[in-house]
């Protein structure tokens, strides 16, 4: 008798002999793929053939609802949302598609009757790190949340061969290396080259009349570059809807190198594909800054041209005309990466299908919405104008066009003020030219928003102040947020069975029924269990540290966390001054009673950031004297754990007991990681900065260890005239004079010198304004931890306030504000009812 493995009321589908939900089949199928698939026997196989069997069982079992998903969307012609980004983290697959399936425990259970161990196959998945930071890993999240909430939608990206480098930290510094996430091969997606299409770089324009004698513009390009599209099912949870993530991987085109090849250049044809190639090849490491490099807006451009062809593609195929091609479409620009998109369009429409200007307008208009992602000027993407023409002539021409009818509508609305058309202008024409992204994302699109509610204010009153001036009511705010699935349920399963045995498991898909937790801050058994959970976690990470470190943590020491891609703005230096006080105040007293601490420090900088590089070497230095010197009695331990990534933040997040959001006030847009924190029970020492302000409003003050100056106070001090010099006495002197005479650097007194000279002299984030502020703050952790039992409460009542951080609520809010996407529940079908 075959044993069912699941016994839950949402597994209605039909089943067949492939697809079984049975521990026989799982085990049967298992062997198969070792077998049939990678080619293998037991004897020979490595745990990353154990891996993609395991992944090949799972990906089987998701392919109906995958096929009954499109099928529906294609009859019913389903309005789809369409999330354009150059970047999408997506993480580690397969625990995530068990979790979503409802099979997890029950699959752990299958593998592990096999003699094999279950958490190591999951760690074997090279994760698809296809995103810098965080933009990219909202990106994931969110068509998570989408394909949960069971909206139509598409995720459209670059397959970049090597994502975010792999980082190593050797004597202390960071390297890098190059990610080969696709080594082994990857299970999760299906190409698709017979959906390929042709996107064309270069060359230039002329005007010509057709067969109709209308004038139309030609686009002669020099080059043509062929877009695959490879296709990942993405599950929603306990949903039969399975979305797809379609990215797009760049090659040469047959047809085009036949020139070439005939005129017997071989060496010449076979260099074109490689540089055809080159335009997927790897994602730019840069988080914040850019610079403006070719092939990185060929990149951008490359993305999304093939995204409108393939959106063209669709309504071809559902008969719908391209008249209405934004009812059937909502697209999300995520940030300014994609904002060529809105010339794009523009062109697609008037030269490819001979729509009129103000109507393609119109349909564009209405397609595009925009999302801001930060504040610092240095991001705001601008492309040098000879760039710009030499790659796209016909968008610069088009961009000319919509540049002179907006500012048209500018002067009219404006009446005689200059300034502001210069200042408005899609083109920045102070010196050398740029085309302005942001700008053409603002003109081209019906709603802005930025991604949190400090952030969208500042947007309005400060970066695109302008813009808002002009059309208020395409304002808005969109809160962040992340998905309970992967970052409670599968990252911490313990949290999820304790919470579950009490309230349900309801709160996975409705994350406000955490509130129901909040009695339960007053049951000592609770909080006893609660903090068991927490101490367990602890212990994991420890092992991991050990592992991947050599340090030895106390898991009885307050978890100190910091993970986020360093950036000064984000201030790591801010927190390793203050480990360096503590320190300071151990040497300078031994017997001085402190809580013990264990500060985790977690991040890659960009390759070419050398302070940021600095940073980190500063954090392991600290860390070498620290956690060696006898008179510190490990009661302060400093770990750098190399390679952040997702699957490394699974790990972190559920062990922390202080989550770190320390950025100067007015700089981090929003954080997400600030949410993954506080649901999984750290409290939060932070500026009022980001969605800080909102996290601290939902979880009360009493619940949040707040420090430093406000926006307001960090302009009017700016405006007053900064000089850091003046905030350098006491501790903070002492802490500075330490690691400038050398003590941290084997007497290397110059070392760390741009570091603090940087910091004595300019200081643009205002690390030593908010010192004094923040050390206060530490001392009321270190004094609140010593109550135990307080902390529980504090904690358990961070994760049941912590709903509104939920992506499906932020999908909600952009479903019903912007996008106006109905859900389409899906009818699972079976193999009959899609034969022909
Ligand atoms: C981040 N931006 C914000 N950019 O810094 C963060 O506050 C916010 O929570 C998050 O977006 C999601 O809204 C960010 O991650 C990048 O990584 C870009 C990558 C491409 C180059 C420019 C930066």
Redesign the pocket.
């Known amino acids: 008798m075959a044993t069912p493995l699941v016994a839950v009321e949402h597994r209605t589908e039909p089943q067949d002999e492939r697809t079984a939900l049975t521990k026989e089949a799982f085990q049967r199928d298992f062997f198969n793929n070792l077998f049939y698939i990678l080619g293998k026997f037991p004897t020979l196989a490595t745990k990353n053939d154990y891996y993609q069997a395991l992944a090949f069982v799972v990906r089987d079992r998701m392919l109906q609802r995958w096929i009954s998903t499109a099928a529906a969307y294609t009859k019913q012609g389903s309005r789809t949302v369409a999330y354009f980004s150059a ?1 999408f983290l997506m993480g580690p697959h397969l625990g995530n598609n068990l979790v979503n399936l409802g099979i997890h425990d029950e699959v752990r259970k299958a593998v592990t009757e096999l003699g094999l161990d279950f958490n190591e196959l999951l760690l074997e998945e090279d994760e698809p790190g296809l995103g ?5 890993r ?1 990106a994931a999240c969110f068509i998570e949340s989408l394909a949960t909430l069971q909206i139509p939608s598409l995720g459209y990206g670059i397959r970049y061969e090597f994502g975010i480098f792999h980082q190593e930290i050797v004597d202390g510094w960071q390297t890098e290396r190059t990610d080969k996430w696709l080594r082994f091969g990857n299970p999760w997606e299906i190409p698709r080259p017979e959906w390929a299409v042709h996107v064309k770089l270069g060359g230039y324009t002329e005007p010509y009349r057709d067969e109709f004698y209308r004038h139309r513009v030609r686009w002669v390009p020099d080059r043509l570059v062929a877009a695959v599209p490879y296709d990942t099912p993405i599950l929603g949870y306990h949903t039969n809807t399975a979305n797809t993530l379609r990215l797009w991987k760049a090659e040469a085109p047959e047809s085009f190198d036949f020139a070439v090849f005939n005129r017997g250049d071989y060496y010449g044809a076979v260099m074109q594909k490689v540089s055809s190639e080159n335009l997927s090849k790897v994602l730019y490491p ?3 800054q ?1 610079q403006g490099k070719e092939l990185r807006l060929s990149q951008q451009y490359f993305f999304v041209s093939a995204s409108l062809q393939d959106m063209f593609r669709i309504l071809k195929i559902q008969k719908i005309p391209v008249e209405r091609f934004h009812e059937k479409f909502a697209a999300q620009l995520n940030d300014t ?1 994609p904002a060529i998109a809105v010339a794009e369009l523009m062109r697609l429409l008037i030269d490819e299908n001979v729509v009129p200007w103000e109507q393609a307008w119109d349909i564009t208009r209405r397609t595009f919405a925009y999302t801001n ?2 504040l610092l000027p240095e ?1 705001l993407e601008c492309w040098p104008l000879p760039l710009f023409a030499k790659l796209l002539p016909r968008h610069l021409e088009i961009i000319f066009e919509i540049n002179a009818r907006f500012l048209d509508e500018v002067r009219i609305r404006f009446y005689g003020d200059e300034e502001r058309i210069a200042r408005m202008s899609l083109i920045d024409e102070r010196g050398e030219r740029y085309v302005r992204m942001a700008h053409l994302a603002c003109v081209g699109s019906h709603a802005i928003n930025g ?1 949190a509610e400090l952030h969208s204010e500042l947007l309005k009153q400060d970066v695109l102040r302008d813009f808002y001036e002009l059309w208020p009511t395409r304002f808005g705010n969109k809160t ?1 947020g992340v998905t309970p699935r992967r970052w409670m349920a599968l990252s911490n399963p313990r949290l999820t069975k304790l919470v579950s045995s009490h309230i349900g498991d309801e709160w996975i898909t409705d994350l406000s029924q955490l509130r129901r937790l909040e009695p339960l801050a007053e049951d000592a058994g609770f909080r006893q269990q609660w903090l068991d959970v927490k101490r367990a976690c602890k212990c994991d990470f420890a092992a991991v540290a050990l592992k991947k470190t050599g340090i030895t943590i106390d898991p009885d020491s307050l978890f100190d966390v910091q993970v986020k891609r360093i950036h000064e703005y984000k201030r790591q230096h801010l927190n390793i001054l203050h480990v360096v006080a503590l320190y300071h105040r151990l040497r300078s007293n031994p017997n001085v009673d402190i809580t013990p601490r264990t500060f985790i420090f977690g991040g890659k900088a960009a390759p070419g950031y050398h302070i940021a590089k600095l940073i980190i070497k500063l954090i392991t230095s600290v860390g070498d004297v620290v956690n060696r010197d006898p008179a510190v009695r490990d009661r302060l331990k400093v770990v750098f754990l190399p390679n952040f990534n997702v699957k490394n933040g699974q790990r972190i997040y559920p062990a922390a007991d202080l989550s770190e959001q320390v950025s100067t006030a007015g700089k ?5 990681g600030n949410m993954k924190f506080s649901m999984n029970g750290a409290l939060t020492i932070g500026t009022m900065d ?1 969605a800080n302000i909102e996290i601290r409003e939902e979880v009360g003050a009493e619940n949040f260890f707040l420090f430093g100056l406000t926006t307001p106070e960090v302009g009017a001090l700016k405006a007053s005239g900064y000089n850091p010099a003046n905030y350098l006495d006491g501790e903070l002197k002492e802490v500075v004079e330490l690691i400038r005479s050398g003590f941290f650097s084997r007497g290397d007194a110059e070392l760390f010198r741009p570091l603090i000279d940087g910091l004595v002299h300019h200081d643009p984030y205002l690390v030593f304004a908010d010192f004094d502020s923040y050390s206060k703050a530490q001392q009321q952790v270190s004094a609140a931890y010593q109550d135990r039992d307080h902390w529980a409460r504090m904690s358990i009542l961070n994760s049941a306030r912590s709903g509104k951080f939920s992506s499906d609520r932020t999908i909600r809010e952009y479903c019903d504000d912007i996008w106006k996407a109905p859900a389409v529940p899906i009818r699972l079908l079976t193999q009959e009812d899609v034969k022909v």
Request: proline share 0%; no cysteine; hydrophobic share 25%.
């Open positions: 970047e810098n930071g965080g933009l990219g909202l840069n988080d914040e850019l990466h992602h930060t991001a991604v962040n981090e847009a929003s954080g997400t980001g």
